[in-house]
């Protein structure tokens, strides 16, 4: 009785002090982590050193955090086999037992070789310390607003760039093109361009049958007779009892519109902010953008090319804008909508800007904290160096013979 009884207070004296070594090994390891934790915070550069090959760390070999990775992985490991060959290995214990140890490994086996990964969580702490995602988004916006004032000179003769079917605001655009050629001799045509605001028409479907059949006072209210009416008609969208019709609305003729300068062809984004439709960006956009040029203060457009200026600034992107100048310029071509923009004053480092901002949307929202490059070679030491530490701790642990009080 009472060898039994001894028997059961070792064997909970040893679990008890397994776990306690357990919990002991895992402190430590906390406490590396939170070390390349720190490195990393400290270790990174700033947003404005950011460029295109910029990523998470991707264990490379060779350097200082590697390097002192394998020396400092190594040993841990070393010396958590020998401590628990040493101490906890002298009682035979059940499948079950041995298969909790096992997975208990496996955890240290990862948590020792993943110290890079904290590494990077302390990169990715600093780069959201430095520049949150709000911050980011509104360096987009204002990217966004001013965006169409920034390219290169050559491209504002670019059709697909800027083009009056781009135009969002303000009303009757945007239009549809439309274009007639008509032959004038053997291989020469007169091209005539022709733009139409698109309007919509919501109607009932049996309304928009009485239109096919027989005149309605539907049509009276948009001035187009039914031929007319039906050879206008875009596109259908039939929604159980209702209708909508797109159709072809007023002519507009954009080259002589007061309203309207090159700047405001280009409904294009630098980079959409995540989460928001692109096709609202685009129209508020344009909406600012039209307020800026025509609605506001002129104080308001070198408002914000200040902020565009001080943005560059921020992200060290050589620039040559002035903000005074290029307002002028704005102002200029608008009143001058038929000379070219050869002259204007926006020359900044565009390439450089956009791999900053391509890099930037990669960190937030694909950080890769796990290069795919190592994805294999990480699990497979991973799970090589808990094989073998649990396979060692299994022979010596069955070759060993049970203290005394166990027998």
């Not at 390097?67 to 992985?73: D, T």
């Not at 020998?82 to 298969?99: A, D, P, R, V």
Request: charged fraction near 25%; include cysteine.
């Amino acid at each position: 009785m009472n060898s039994l009884y001894l028997r059961v207070i070792s064997k909970q004296n040893m679990d008890k002090k397994l776990k306690q070594f357990f919990v002991k090994s895992f402190v430590v390891l906390l406490l590396i982590h939170l070390g390349y934790f720190l490195y990393g915070y400290f270790k990174f550069e700033g947003i404005g050193n950011i460029d295109i090959y910029t990523e998470f760390y991707r264990f490379k070999f060779y350097d200082d955090v590697s390097i002192s990775h394998f020396f400092i992985s190594g040993f841990f490991l070393l010396f958590f086999l020998i401590f628990l060959l040493k101490n906890h290995s002298k009682q035979h214990y059940t499948f079950g037992k041995l298969s909790k140890i096992g997975g208990v490994l496996l955890l240290v086996s990862f948590f020792s070789l993943s110290f890079f990964v904290s590494y990077s969580f302390g990169m990715n702490a600093k780069l959201k310390s430095e520049l949150s995602e709000a911050e980011l988004n509104k360096d987009k916006t204002i990217l966004n607003v001013l965006n169409p004032f920034l390219y290169n000179y050559t491209s504002y003769s670019s059709e697909k760039l800027f083009n009056p079917v781009n135009i969002l605001y303000p009303e009757p655009y945007p239009v549809i093109e439309v274009v007639d050629s008509t032959l004038i001799s053997d291989q020469y045509y007169d091209v005539e361009h022709k733009y139409y605001s698109i309007d919509t028409l919501k109607m009932l479907t049996t309304d928009l049958n009485k239109i096919s059949a027989a005149t309605s006072t539907i049509l009276e209210s948009i001035g187009f007779g039914k031929k007319e009416f039906l050879n206008r008609i875009i596109k259908k969208n039939v929604r159980k009892d209702s209708t909508e019709i797109i159709y072809k609305g007023i002519e507009v003729n954009p080259d002589y519109d007061g309203a309207i300068c090159i700047f405001l062809e280009n409904n294009s984004l630098f980079k959409p902010v995540k989460g928001v439709p692109v096709k609202k960006q685009q129209f508020d956009n344009a909406v600012k953008r039209y307020q800026l040029i025509y609605k506001y203060k002129p104080d308001s457009l070198l408002a914000n090319f200040q902020k565009l200026d001080t943005l560059l600034k921020k992200y060290k992107i050589e620039t040559h804008i002035v903000p005074k100048d290029l307002a002028k310029d704005v102002v200029y071509f608008k009143n001058h909508n038929d000379e070219i923009l050869n002259e204007i004053k926006n020359n900044f480092d565009r390439k450089a800007l956009q791999e900053k901002f391509t890099t930037l949307e990669r960190l937030f929202y694909e950080p890769n904290y796990l290069h795919p490059s190592i994805v294999l070679i990480f699990f497979s030491v991973v799970l090589g160096a808990w094989l073998i530490g649990f396979l060692i701790y299994i022979l010596v642990n069955y070759k060993r013979k049970p203290p005394k009080s166990q027998i």
